[in-house]
């Protein structure tokens, strides 16, 4: 006969199925199949009969057992030490009713927060997986990574995270005092340090709270395993076709106080060592060396402020995936509390919708590069990034570089992807942008007609503005081995002229080529381009910007 324990008369709000097995009435067979639907087993046995013990210890199931109810403590604690999975042992009596709601209070605790994961009972100490997580949580919770928790941080981290209610000033006292009470270096600057923090959660467990710890890990994530959840590192988020993925305002702000808590000594780029420190949290290196070839770097090649969030853009609107991934060992969702870190995604309306509408809310526009072999498309890249002609090394060299432009006084990413020039297979995604560069080198006779073949093939007949770029132009030009010279082409085909373009050159490079293209990916439609007075316009409009935008800045100047 089967009963329940409703869930509003336990502890932990949780209904209880208590299934009872008599070995008299019932086959072994019925009891291993109620055993592997069980999550916990409770084995009886009588104090005032040995034999009953004994089978205890014989019983091929203490192997699955967690529970086992006791009086004898010296019979029972060597099978207690003997099967790990024991979780404790209640002496118990139905007749003067002792100890029975506990005992049931207990099997749901072992189900619910389970010892083992967390802390190893012969060496009385955390498991390493447990101070992994907790160590993460501890570096969340450190909002300016110090490596002490003080009032505040502590307080937020109860409120936030967990308990909903901030510690009274003398609970917060009486906890630092414990820790030190038992460790010298558990607390400092009147704070608590890492070692205090995991001495905290150990005497938790010994004391039998395992729950707290419980509630503190699976807030940030973790499943019982401790390994963080599928759910909680990929919440979902639908992204129609035709749409794009962007960061919204909020998710910026939290990336710039992870950049601001880890740029140490704030020379606004992060270094090696402060790089790895900020990526601590994450369970591998997310960043490799290709990096501070896409986004801008100081002159020491460490990624700035500015190509930090860069990165992050090119993330999220390549695989927005990897970024919520990545927010979510952050903590993101956490510390905005938020249900998800799906929260700090914008996903843009179709692009069709935009081009009826003739206009566009979406902040980061892709601008794909092609061109011959050897033709200059990575130096043109790089020149975005304020990168003058260098050699990358081979494992160093990225296909895409991101950086922002300014629009009409707005900022916007623009993102350049180098398609590898491999004519007859563009695929679908080579293809997609919105904006494209015809890269040739006006020095190679042989590389325009790659230019004119992939223009006529692909994007002759799409909407998506093209613009061609006669790269290396500090070089000789030499006439194309072409039925058309490139300009003739492009009268032809109502392009613009082919915008000369070199970076062999220790000048500081200028955005505004790529200010253009910006602008022209936001206009979209190929139609706008083929009005002669377009640049013009465009190029007006910023200017007008620009003055607007510093005679503005003047007049709030003078209302200081
Ligand atoms: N003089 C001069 N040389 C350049 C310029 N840009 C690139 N180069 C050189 O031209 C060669 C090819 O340049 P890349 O930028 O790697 O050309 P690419 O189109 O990316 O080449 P692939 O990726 O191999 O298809 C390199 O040896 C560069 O050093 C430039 O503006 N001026
Ligand atoms: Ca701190
Ligand atoms: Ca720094
Ligand atoms: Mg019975
Ligand atoms: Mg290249």
Redesign the pocket.
Known sequence: EEITIPADVTPERVPTHIVDYSEAEQSEEQLYQEISKANVICIVYSVNNKKSIEKVSMSSLCIHCNLVEHSSMETILPIMNQYQDIETCVECSAKNLKNISELFYYAQKAVLHPTGPLYCPEEKELKPSCIKALTRIFKVSDLDNDGILNDNELNFFQVKTCFNTPLAPQALEDVKNVVRRNMADGVKDNGLTLKGFLFLHTLFIQRGRHETTWTVLRRFGYDDDLELTQEYLFPLIKIPPDCTTELNHNAYLFLQSIFDKHDKDRDCALSPEELKDLFKVFPYMPWGPDVKNTVCTNDQGWITYQGYLSQWTLTTYLDVQRSLEYLGYLGYSIIYEHESQAAAITVTRNKRIDLQKKQTQRSVFRCNVL?A???????FLQAFLGKN?QRIREDHKSLYAINTTYVYGQEKYLLLH?VM?DFDFLSEADLACDVVCL?YDVNDPRSFEYCAKTYKQYFMDSKIPCVVIA??S??HEVRQHYSLPPLEFCRKHKLHPPQPF???TSDPLGKELYTRLTTMAMHMAQADLKNSTFWLRASLGATVCAVLGFAMYRALLKQR
Do not use: F, I, M
Request: hydrophobic content about 20%.
């Open positions: 061109g072999q050897g033709s200059g498309k990575s130096g002609l180098e020039p890269v790269a290396k500090d070089l070199t970076c062999n």
